[in-house]
């Protein structure tokens, strides 16, 4: 009598641990907070990814001009039938045309890294602000298949490092 | 009725409250403009890599230059900083004690180059927007501080355009860091904070 009272009593007290242990899990999950963001929306819409490309631009456009320059002296030798100088034009033109295609590779590269260097904090600091656990970057590779709007915070993380960049 | 007084009451004591600039003592006013919730510093976070630029006040300029002067010429000096705004913007590496020009420096040479861009060429690759104009500077000086501290720091003026006496609009520094690759560092000030500045309540007052 005494035995089946003692191990009734054993079992809530289990069942009852066990029972809370599951709430707790329960709703530590769900203070969990999880958020998707766009990566490649992020990037493109940075501002300083903007002003950083607009600056190689015009830098770029000054040697594809350039390169005009000797098309046009090249047509010219050819009319003439200069053959020497035409040589010389288009090695010349040839030279100048890898020049611009690694320059532009090596200026993705760096608005690239330049971007990352800067943004990569501020989605640090931006998650400790909201009080997330975890960003999960989209990035349209396929690590992300689905979400709803619920957890897509890139327009305000886009806003974020913005405000941030503009130093106010 | 009650309302009515309340109101009027709130609106008195609000624009009193306002008319009146506050008064600082001449370490408290630099302790104001050194302070990051007063918005005249700014810092630039990168991955392993700081930048503050520190807004200076002409009263900020004169008690930090008179400090060890006992002639020093506050009236004359005043006169020279009319119309014009000047920036520190210093920066530091984060994971490490050695000055930024030195760290990761593969040689004498790379360390000559880098200070040589700071020497001559980033005051370049500075501006300052104010209201709707773009400034370039009209003075610049890389403080070298010959490694004794891991700080660096590029001072720069620039002359406001039309008769503004101080600065009135709202300003944004930008820096466009070529040589670290740290993209372009921006800081804004609007025209409210420098609306804001204290006065100081003293001026033969020094530090």
């Keep these: 009598m005494k035995n089946t009272f003692l191990r009734t009593v054993i079992l809530s007290v289990i069942i009852s641990l066990l029972s809370s242990g599951l709430v707790y899990v329960l709703l ?6 999880t958020a998707v963001v766009d990566a490649i929306k992020l990037f493109n819409q940075y501002n300083m990814k903007k002003e950083l490309e607009t600056k190689e631009k015009t830098r770029l456009e000054a040697m594809s001009k350039v390169l005009d320059s000797l098309t046009n002296k090249i047509k010219v030798a ?88 503009e130093g106010r | 009725m009650k309302v009515g007084k309340l109101y009027v009451v709130s609106i008195f004591l609000l624009s009193a409250t306002g008319c009146g600039k506050r008064q600082l003592n001449a370490a408290d006013y630099v302790h104001y403009v050194q302070e990051d919730k007063n918005h005249l510093k700014k810092a630039v976070k990168m991955q392993d890599m700081e930048f503050d630029i520190q807004y200076k006040p002409y009263d900020y300029i004169v008690l930090l230059e008179s400090r060890n002067d006992p002639a020093y010429d506050r009236e004359k000096r005043m006169k020279q900083l009319a119309g014009t705004a000047w920036f520190n913007i210093s920066f530091h590496k984060t994971n ?8 990761g420096a593969t040689s004498l040479d790379d360390y000559d180059q880098r200070l040589n861009y700071f020497l001559n060429y980033a005051s370049k690759d500075i501006v300052l927007v104010y209201g709707g104009d773009t400034l370039k500077p009209v003075s610049y000086l890389f403080e070298n501080n010959y490694n004794v501290g891991p700080e660096e720091t590029m001072v720069v003026g620039f002359v406001f355009p039309g008769k503004d006496p101080a600065p009135l609009k709202d300003m944004q520094i930008s820096y466009y860091d070529r040589l670290f690759h740290n993209g372009i560092i921006k800081a804004s000030f609007s025209a409210e904070t420098l609306k804001e500045i204290p006065n100081l309540l003293n001026t033969n007052n020094k530090i």
């Design chain 1, 78 to 165: 050819q009319a003439s039938k200069d053959d020497q100088t035409a040589k010389m034009l288009f090695d010349r033109f040839n030279q100048l045309k890898q020049q611009l295609r690694d320059e532009y590779n090596q200026s993705n590269q760096l608005i690239n890294q330049e971007v990352w260097k800067r943004l990569n904090p501020l989605i640090d600091e931006f998650g400790k602000k909201k009080n997330l656990h975890l960003i999960i970057g989209a990035n349209g590779m396929g690590s992300v298949l689905y979400n709803d709007e619920y957890y897509d915070l890139t327009p305000e993380l886009v806003t974020y490092v913005n405000k941030q960049y």
């Design chain 1, 28 to 33: 530590s999950n769900q203070s969990r907070k």
């Design chain 2, 96 to 103: 490490t004690e050695i000055s930024a020009l030195k760290e």
